[in-house]
């Protein structure tokens, strides 16, 4: 399973877009790459996920370059209740079994 | 709405106690997760199922074991409980390849005193 690295927090301000960028040097040519959110006391939850160029739903979108050793979450016009650990999670197609790294703790200050 | 159901939000117990922690899924998932989650050190995962009566074990298995008798249930079991078994612990469910993603509970807290 190819390691992850995400800064570990960011502040924003409500109304901005905020990126969150996670580096995955070794992901594998079957890998795709998935998002999650958490809020506090509650379990993560699924954002997006994408295998390369560019993902969007109704949360958020996923842009992964043509090497696909990174990928940058985009939350467009944050609000105060964006305010979460995302997590970046590179997962091998045909397992079940997901790492969670440590997370980027996200602020949205009003 | 498809769920992940943990029986309980908040549990103390105390150390050396047998402790059952349940989780209920109602989307006919063939795997399910046990992960416990510490400040600063993420989720990690304990064991996980893909099948009934199935399990293997995860990163941190010492000291837990499980039971799948039924497909939607999955407990964790803390065979004696200690005082650094007090954590966060996180129940989910996912399709076999895991490609839809996981489905988390709201999480136990559980204190051991």
């Known amino acids: 399973l190819a390691k992850t690295t995400q800064p570990i927090s960011m502040d924003s301000y409500e109304g901005q877009e905020v990126n969150i960028t996670c580096s995955h040097n070794n992901i594998a040519t079957n890998d795709y790459i998935t998002w999650y959110q958490q809020f506090p006391s509650q379990g993560p939850r699924f954002i997006i996920q994408g295998y390369k160029t560019k993902v969007t739903n109704e949360v958020a979108s996923l842009f992964i370059p043509a090497d696909r050793k990174s990928s940058t979450l985009s939350l467009p016009r944050v609000s105060l209740s964006d305010t979460a650990v995302y997590y970046c999670?590179?997962?091998?197609?045909?397992?079940?079994?997901?790492?969670f790294g440590t997370g980027t703790r996200l602020k949205v200050l009003a | 709405d498809v769920k992940v159901t943990q029986s309980s939000r908040y549990l103390v117990k105390r150390t050396g106690e047998k402790v059952f922690l349940e989780c209920v899924q109602d989307m006919d998932h063939e795997n399910m997760f046990w992960y416990r989650q510490d400040p600063g050190l993420g989720l990690r995962l304990i064991y996980f199922?893909?099948?009934?009566?199935?399990?293997e074990k995860g990163d941190i298995p010492e000291g837990y074991s499980v039971s799948r008798e039924k497909k939607e249930r999955f407990s964790l079991i803390l065979e004696s409980a200690s005082t650094n078994q007090t954590s966060m612990y996180l129940c989910?469910?996912?399709?076999?390849?895991?490609?839809?993603?996981?489905?988390f509970g709201s999480g136990t807290r559980l204190t051991v005193v």
């Open positions: 989910a469910s996912s399709y076999p390849e895991g490609s839809y993603g996981y489905t």
């Open positions: 199922s893909y099948d009934v009566k199935m399990k």
């Open positions: 999670l590179v997962v091998a197609a045909g397992t079940y079994k997901y790492i």
